[in-house]
């Protein structure tokens, strides 16, 4: 089972970006469907982006971040990425990656349910 670590959150002013990283420990990363997830106070953790573990990288999104937000992966650096643009205030949340072990190459799971690996998570808040 992979460890997961996020950094790369922050405060930022609307409008702005912020690239979250991912790293992950242990040799079997590429063998991993991955996943980025946000939880702000009160409300439940909801996905937000997720990228399959390999076979040319099948992505889906949240629809409050399509076109704002990019999910990508280098398996040679064990790591994944959440390059996050056009920030709003409600895009303020703890955001944690996650990821499963995964015989498809093509699969993106959703729900956090799917998934057996979890970051600490890295606060992201946006200012108005």
């Known amino acids: 089972q992979v460890q997961l670590v996020e950094s790369g959150g922050g405060l930022v002013q609307a409008g702005g970006s912020l690239r979250l990283s991912c790293a992950a420990s242990g040799r079997t990363f590429s063998t991993y469907a991955m996943g980025w997830f946000r939880q702000a106070p009160g409300k439940e953790r909801e996905f937000v982006a997720g990228i399959s573990r390999s076979g040319g990288y099948s992505t889906n999104y949240a629809e409050s971040v399509k076109g704002r937000f990019t999910v990508s992966r280098d398996n040679a650096k064990n790591s994944m990425y959440l390059q996050m643009n056009s920030l709003k205030p409600e895009d303020t949340a703890v955001y944690y990656c996650?990821?499963?072990?995964?015989?498809?190459?093509?699969?993106?799971?959703?729900?956090?349910?799917?998934?057996?690996?979890w970051g600490q998570g890295t606060q992201v808040t946006v200012s108005s």
């Open positions: 996650a990821g499963r072990p995964d015989s498809s190459m093509w699969s993106v799971p959703t729900l956090a349910t799917d998934f057996r690996s």
